[in-house]
């Protein structure tokens, strides 16, 4: 087995560095030490871009220069050196890393037609499988299946293994056709095929801002990193300007049609037309005084740009102007992300990598699982709090990544708005208004049975229905959504009462419950409940013990559940400990599969040294996983001073109990809270929907 794996490609502009990156994602989750080797770069370069892009991820800990091999000239005037080099840092990197991302040569020098052979040469002397990475743009199937034979035989010739072959920038409609080609090609790997995406390929505004020699005008710095896809030469009326706009489009107009300024910015301000990347002013002249003020007492970030060019050398330069995977664009990263979670059958190649589960598991490496996890099977949330920043930041990543489907709830032109005023592109999402009639009806009738007994009328019903929570949590009973994800900005109450009063728990389930997932240095703990009930009886402790290990498993995480107490086994009395003594004899008689300890203690429960003393014949103590505090005050409070004194990454609350997920935020969280919790969401609405769930 080789702890490398070799991206190579028979020729450029394949993508190479969008799979590397991929894939090192994918190893990511299963390896807590990942590191990345460029054997060859050019040394006339100030800074090879895939390496930037690689060492940039956060799974890896490594600087530019510890990945770089040798310079290219090198290789060229003294090949059997170069590759001595090579050999050689490749051993002292595999020494240290227990997993490596190794990226083949560019082709940018066309003099070198012996640079594939030597990529294969690298591969060989390395011992690395190999991940060869194929163009299909604009390329028939059999022309792409023939470029697959000629590259696998010149691999296997220098005696090295193709594990799979990756066809990138394919047509969408051509996918299944070119993998059917090529996978005769090249007997026993792995074949994939991934669409060409406008996103990753396209030049960002700063791109197109060097390319014009340009300056920023005005607008924030921090939107020079988004994408522009696509151009409008505006040397027509406003009108037939607006109706040609596309989303993150660039518009070209010339410097002095100060007419169209104020249109374009009140387009992108509306809400009702695509969101603009930029726009470019050319001819170099100076904005009038009078447009200027009237620009600056309009909030917004959108970039203008000035260039001296006249209009039609800047179309030119802009059409010309090609796009790279840079660290620096996160949009361009989340899609690239996207893009090889989908189409790469990664589970394929993590099986003939030979890369298992490890035993220790880093907070990134389960937040890498996760996000595979979500994306396998793809689930709608719904968020209330649609118009809230956080939320709709949240929602670009999340739709970026591919992680799910959302709707947001609110008014659609209020939302899409605020979202590009902001910069952010949801225009994947579904928005929806709560107000909206042919929701509301089948909502209120369906309220109003379901609280009948409680004397609810349907005209109660229509006005409940209409408020966002209750809206929301009636999209996930009525199977138009799978979860929901709300609290950003209302209170916790607020958020659960409904899934209380139309949700309600699942079969077997007495009570709702909750739990954090307590992501510490070198593994995965569960705590539970810190958020729900105050002072749970030996009944609901056994309830909460028996789901906490329900969503453990649905986690990843192997229950062995500890009943937390001040004392350890028999050496304690007092009602508080007897509670968590019945309680713990209910989950043995109840759910004999689980493994199960208490009362114990802390220590007793995580500490091996202290197990041994005190219940040296525990199978649980010392190795527990899943922790059943004994009322709210212990378990909320131990789960901030875990999270606050051993830097441990506290992801919840995650509600349990309830027939469908339903899940609650802090006021105060952040983007990427929100972000997770859309995932853990996700996770559960799997995990609901899979045979024999309720």
Not at 18 to 42: I, Q
Not at 113 to 141: I, Q, W
Not at 379 to 405: C, F, H, Q, S, W
């Amino acid at each position: 087995m080789s702890n490398s794996v070799y991206i190579a490609s028979p020729e450029g502009m394949t993508g190479k560095s969008m799979v590397a990156f991929g894939l090192l994602e994918t190893l990511a989750s299963r390896s807590d030490r990942v590191g990345v080797f460029r054997p060859v770069v050019k040394a006339d370069r100030s800074r090879d871009y895939a390496v930037d892009l690689l060492t940039s991820h956060p799974a890896v800990d490594q600087s530019y220069e510890d990945a770089i091999g040798v310079d290219y000239q090198l290789v060229l005037s003294d090949p059997d050196k170069a590759h001595e080099k090579i050999v050689a840092r490749h051993r002292e990197l595999a020494e240290r890393y227990s997993m490596l991302v190794v990226l083949g040569s560019d082709y940018d020098d066309l003099a070198n037609p012996a640079e594939l052979a030597f990529n294969a040469e690298v591969a060989a002397n390395l011992g690395a499988p190999v991940v060869l990475v194929l163009s299909g743009l604009d390329r028939t199937a059999d022309q792409v299946a023939a470029l697959a034979a000629v590259a696998n035989s010149e691999f296997t010739s220098h005696h090295a293994m193709p594990l799979a072959v990756v066809i990138n920038r394919v047509e969408e409609d051509g996918l299944e056709a070119v993998k059917a080609a090529v996978s005769p090609k090249v007997p026993g790997a792995v074949v994939a095929a991934i669409p060409e995406n406008p996103v990753i390929m396209a030049p960002t505004v700063q791109e197109l801002t060097d390319a014009v020699d340009g300056t920023l005008l005005q607008g924030n710095p921090e939107w020079m990193g988004r994408v522009a896809i696509g151009t409008v030469v505006a040397a027509m009326s406003l009108p037939n300007v607006l109706n040609r706009l596309s989303e993150n489009c660039t518009v070209i107009a010339p410097g002095d049609r100060y007419d169209l300024l104020p249109g374009l910015i009140m387009a992108q301000q509306s809400g009702t037309f695509p969101s603009l990347s930029s726009i470019m002013l050319t001819g170099g002249y100076e904005v009038p005084d009078e447009v200027q003020r009237l620009l600056s007492g309009v909030p917004q970030d959108l970039p203008v740009i000035t260039s001296d060019l006249s209009t039609f050398e800047t179309a030119v330069r802009v059409a010309k102007s090609r796009g790279r995977l840079h660290a620096s664009s996160q949009q361009k990263v989340d899609a690239a992300r996207r893009a090889v979670a989908e189409h790469l059958p990664t589970t394929e190649l993590l099986s003939a990598l030979e890369v298992s589960r490890p035993a220790v598991v880093t907070p990134m490496m389960f937040e890498f699982e996760l996000l595979a996890r979500a994306r396998g099977e793809k689930k709608t949330i719904v968020l209330p709090e649609g118009d809230e920043p956080r939320i709709i930041a949240a929602a670009e990543a999340i739709l970026a990544r591919g992680v799910a489907d959302l709707i947001l709830l609110g008014d659609e032109n209020t939302i899409r708005a605020k979202a590009s005023q902001l910069g952010h592109d949801i225009s994947e999402a579904r928005v929806v208004s709560p107000q909206d009639p042919q929701f509301v009806e089948p909502f209120a009738e369906e309220y109003a049975r379901l609280r009948a007994k409680k004397g609810v009328t349907l005209e109660q019903a229509r006005e409940k229905v209409q408020d966002v929570s209750y809206f929301g949590t009636m999209m996930v009973q009525m199977g138009q959504a799978d979860g929901m994800v709300s609290g950003a900005v209302h209170s916790t109450a607020h958020t659960i009462r409904p899934s209380f009063e139309i949700i309600k728990t699942k079969p077997g389930a007495q009570i709702v419950s909750s739990v954090f997932l307590m992501a510490l240095e070198d593994r995965v703990l569960v705590y539970g409940d810190c958020a729900v009930n105050p002072d749970p009886s030996a009944e609901q402790l056994a309830d909460i013990a028996a789901q906490s290990a329900q969503t453990a498993a649905q986690f990843g995480v192997e229950p062995r559940i500890a009943m937390l107490s001040y004392s350890t086994g028999s050496s304690g009395t007092g009602a508080d400990v007897d509670k968590v003594r019945e309680a713990t004899e209910k989950v043995r008689a109840d759910h004999p599969e689980l493994d199960v300890e208490g009362p114990i203690q802390y220590d007793a429960a995580v500490d091996a040294s202290v197990a041994k003393t005190k219940l040296p014949e525990s199978s649980v103590a010392g190795r527990a996983t899943v922790f059943v505090f004994p009322d709210l005050n212990t378990g909320n409070n131990t789960y901030k001073a875990v999270q606050r004194s051993a830097g441990a990454i506290a992801i919840g609350p995650v509600l349990q109990g309830l027939n469908k997920p339903v899940n609650d935020l802090s006021r105060g969280a952040l983007v990427e809270d929100i972000i997770n919790t859309v995932v853990i969401t996700a996770i559960q609405a799997q995990a609901a929907s899979a045979p024999g769930e309720a």
